[in-house]
């Protein structure tokens, strides 16, 4: 199973004061402290083991913040630490450009934080995933399953990359 997985707010946590992560408006110094959510880089390294390295990070930002997403998954290891490398990194304009990426890579399943990607990605990917807290009174979308840390994504996740692992080993 190939999955896509978001970063700002997904990846990395968000500030506990408002709905974005801290790490947008500050310094770059203020950027590296931003940790990871709780979680994310073992779940991360789990699926990417089970699905066969078939994981891309797919994130909506412009060249500043791309520079600095990168900068910080340096910073905190991201690659030694789950195993996906900097070539699975995927970085669009604008938000419906993330279906067209998942398109182009065959994504089966994506993780984000946003409704709308939710809804960009109807009929695109079969398994996607709401992250995280939601606003009060977010409607989520038919077929889109709330997750509200990583632990529930692999609860989500890995038996469904399992049992696709098994029916391509028996193909």
Do not use: Y
Request: proline share 5%; with cysteine; hydrophobic share 40%.
């Amino acid at each position: 199973m190939k999955i896509g997985i978001d970063i700002g707010r997904v990846i990395i946590k968000p500030a506990e004061t408002n709905h974005d992560t801290s790490f947008l408006s500050g310094s770059d110094a203020d950027a590296m402290r931003t940790p990871p959510s709780e979680g994310a880089f073992d779940a991360i390294r789990r699926l990417h083991g089970a699905s066969g390295g078939r994981i891309w990070l797919v994130s909506k930002c412009g060249a500043r913040i791309e520079s600095r997403s990168r900068a910080w998954l340096a910073h905190w290891d991201f690659t030694e630490r789950t195993g996906v490398t900097p070539d699975r990194f995927r970085f669009c304009k604008k938000r419906p450009d993330k279906a067209i990426i998942a398109r182009e890579l065959g994504l089966e399943a994506f993780v984000d934080d946003r409704v709308d990607i939710a809804r960009h990605l109807h009929g695109v990917v079969e398994h996607r995933l709401l992250f995280g807290p939601q606003k009060r009174g977010t409607v989520v979308p038919t077929g889109v399953e709330p997750v509200s840390d990583w632990a529930e994504v692999l609860d989500v996740l890995l038996p469904r990359v399992t049992a696709a692992s098994k029916h391509q080993v028996a193909r």
